[in-house]
């Protein structure tokens, strides 16, 4: 039986952050995927800037469209636009910016594994990782399937993370239509009482989606379908239609064991404002990476992986939550007027852009509102 210094099931940018940087550092890594590479991943693929400059190698040759102006909307009405004067995201097919992570981990010298679907795991002392005609084993697993995450479901690690939904459609709108979405996303508000549509531009195409909470995950076909006919592309051609799970870790649930931790979507590290969770699965990927290989050097437990997230990632994300809840509940109470003032309060934006960019945080922002915790507290009240 193989045996690997670590073993990362998932090769999305967490998994691949933390082989990477790993094997980068000497240890013997396999990651093991389900699917085969590159494969469609349901994602709008807006990278912030602050993301790329987690990672030590560029990734222009994946870019397809950098955005430097935000069209805000409420239901495709009371709309502004706000520039950044220089972007704040890059737009990307996750195909590509996956296999471009992958990619570098192998360089690195991570062995992958495609095409193999992780049927069970045991541990005593070790873990055994099972798969149809496969074994191997290791000291430490990194669990980083996804939101949702079967094999850190094995690992008895995960429970009580809360999550949404969210539709995404891949369209091939006419060159007008396509060329008007150039350097812009399209943030349209109101859609579901803490979320929003998006239109993100792409080479070819535009990604157009919609969040939703659990309990209306039914319906997200039909308002895809609906907003779609709003803006004019319902006869468009849909080249990808797919939905998934966003997940939202906000207090002590547990992402670590003495063999194993969660990053990345598995252990729920997204924002509650934006949904966004690419910067925080790479961020827990480098995290996973350093405590393996303290691990590996008998310094600090695996277990000191959930110290490390609680101390170093959760607070920006219990300070998104709370930017989140004063946003979109006054967006719920006050709709209209909140629409009017948010267009006419540069510092809501510029702080915005400043995350975006990597120049701030939600936490410092946040501590600048001393009202924030109160008011939020109040919108989530009135819920």
Not at 307 to 328: K, N, Q, S, T, W
Request: aromatic share 8%.
């Amino acid at each position: 039986m193989s045996r690997f210094d670590a073993i990362v099931v998932g090769a999305g940018p967490a998994g691949s952050t933390a082989a990477r940087e790993l094997a980068a550092s000497g240890a013997r890594v396999l990651i093991l995927d389900r699917a085969e590479f590159p494969r469609y991943k349901a994602c709008g693929g807006g990278i912030p800037l602050r993301t790329e400059r987690l990672l030590p190698f560029p990734i222009d040759s994946v870019v397809e469209d950098s955005v430097s102006l935000l069209d805000v909307a409420f239901r495709g009405r009371q709309r502004f636009v706000r520039d950044s004067g220089a972007p704040f995201a890059h737009m990307v097919m996750r195909e590509r910016f996956d296999a471009l992570l992958l990619e570098q981990a192998q360089r690195a010298g991570a062995e992958f594994r495609p095409g193999t679907a992780v049927r069970g795991i045991e541990t005593n002392g070790h873990v055994r990782v099972l798969g149809e005609g496969f074994e191997a084993e290791t000291a430490h697993l990194v669990c980083a399937d996804g939101a949702h995450s079967p094999v850190g479901r094995m690992a008895g690690l995960g429970a009580g993370i809360a999550e949404c939904a969210a539709w995404e459609v891949e369209v091939r709108a006419p060159a007008a239509q396509l060329g008007s979405y150039r350097s812009t996303a399209l943030i349209d508000l109101g859609y579901n009482p803490w979320g929003y549509a998006w239109v993100f531009p792409k080479r070819s195409v535009l990604s157009i989606g919609i969040v939703l909470p659990p309990g209306q995950a039914g319906t997200m076909k039909d308002r895809v379908a609906a907003y779609l006919d709003r803006l004019g592309l319902a006869g468009a051609p849909v080249e990808i239609a797919r939905g998934h799970k966003i997940r939202f870790r906000r207090g002590g649930e547990p992402i670590a064991s003495l063999s194993a931790v969660l990053a990345g979507d598995s252990a729920g590290l997204a924002d509650e404002f934006t949904e966004e969770g690419i910067y925080y699965a790479i961020e827990s990927g480098r995290v996973a990476a350093r405590n393996v290989l303290r691990s590996l050097s008998g310094v600090t437990p695996l277990t000191a992986y959930q110290r490390d997230i609680d101390c170093e990632v959760m607070p920006e994300l219990r300070a998104a939550r709370l930017i989140g809840f004063m946003f979109y509940g006054m967006l719920r109470r006050a709709p209209r007027p909140w629409m009017f003032a948010s267009s006419r309060f540069p510092y809501l934006w510029d702080a915005f852009f400043a995350v975006q960019k990597g120049e701030s945080t939600y936490a410092r922002e946040a501590a600048r509102v001393p009202i924030l915790p109160g008011l939020a507290a109040r919108m989530l009240g009135d819920q």
